[in-house]
């Protein structure tokens, strides 16, 4: 999935920050960390000039774009075969390549350290499916949002607590957990669930839930289902989408693409070139070997969830 930053890292009841370390997560962010580290040597200077930035054509010269990724499963991370891959890092190579600049390079950090990562010039763009709202808008400017999320939960064959919303949680007193930071832990918090939990990530949940240890685990509907097939067992499911509501109002969160605040012109031209995507189809066609579906596409814009 806000304060300094994270997807995810801390959480708000507004669907704030989420941290999503999924599978993948630090264990690759380990294996890649001397490849950061190097990808960061060269740095682009940026100025608010009020003309819109001139990093787009410093990269036109370099030919090359650093992503700064959170090593999530299935928005940014470093696949078992050592390179980067996820939805996010498949968009940038398709947008970047039309804008001119045809080489991606990988950046791991922390998901919490990433916008602090990208105001201080280590990389040149977020590419980690983060979350739009209003406390990452005064530190970034995002483009429009590549997809939707709701949650889902991991729970035992069968869903023998009959498990579908938060309020079903809190009803049974299921024992419920989800990840350090996620913003599930406002949502469960607002629907009244007493017993929340936290594991490191989805597959620790997923074993949880098999253990018998958790009732339910809980986190984005794509990841879920996506830990789910993975494991490749009989024992647990993924349940269908669950709404997630504040205040008494459904949430949907979104997320897209972050870039350091006097960026506009390399956020403008990169928000024309996602929007042809999305009217071809072609975004879905490319997020969707990542486990994304026609239900995660969106036409929200960054700015309505920028408003407080």
């Known amino acids: 999935m806000a304060p300094p930053m994270g997807n995810n890292s801390g959480s708000t009841r507004n669907g704030g920050l989420r941290r999503r370390s999924l599978l993948a997560g630090a264990a690759a962010l380990g294996a890649v960390g001397a490849v950061g580290a190097t990808s960061g040597c060269s740095r682009v200077a940026t100025a608010d000039t009020g003309d819109g930035g001139h990093l787009l054509e410093q990269l036109k010269a370099k030919g090359t774009v650093r992503l700064g990724l959170a090593g999530e499963q299935p928005y940014s991370y470093i696949g078992t075969d050592g390179k980067m891959t996820g939805s996010s890092p498949a968009i940038a190579r398709r947008i970047f390549k039309e804008l001119g600049v045809d080489n991606v390079e990988p950046f791991p950090i922390e998901f919490g350290s990433l916008i602090s990562g990208l105001n201080s010039l280590q990389f040149d763009v977020v590419a980690a499916g983060m979350y739009i709202n209003p406390d990452r808008c005064k530190q970034v400017i995002f483009a429009d949002p590549e997809y939707q999320m709701l949650d889902a939960f991991i729970v035992r064959k069968g869903n023998p ?121 072609e975004l879905l066609e490319i997020m969707r070997p990542f486990g994304f579906t026609k239900d995660q596409m969106t036409d929200i814009r960054a700015e309505e969830k920028c408003k407080p």
């Open 161 to 281: 607590k009959k498990l579908r919303s938060y309020k079903d949680i809190a009803r049974t007193g299921a024992k419920m957990a989800t990840g350090v930071g996620y913003a599930e832990i406002g949502y469960a918090e607002e629907a009244g669930v007493k017993d929340i939990g936290t594991l490191p990530d989805q597959l620790a949940g997923l074993l949880a839930v098999q253990q018998g240890r958790i009732d339910v685990f809980v986190g984005t509907a794509v990841t879920v289902r996506n830990a789910v097939e993975q494991a490749k067992t009989d024992e647990v499911e993924a349940t269908s989408e669950v709404t997630p509501y504040v205040d008494g109002k459904p949430v949907i969160d979104v997320g897209g693409f972050a870039f350091r605040t006097p960026e506009t012109t390399l956020r403008d031209a990169f928000n024309r070139e996602l929007h042809k995507l999305k009217r071809s189809g």
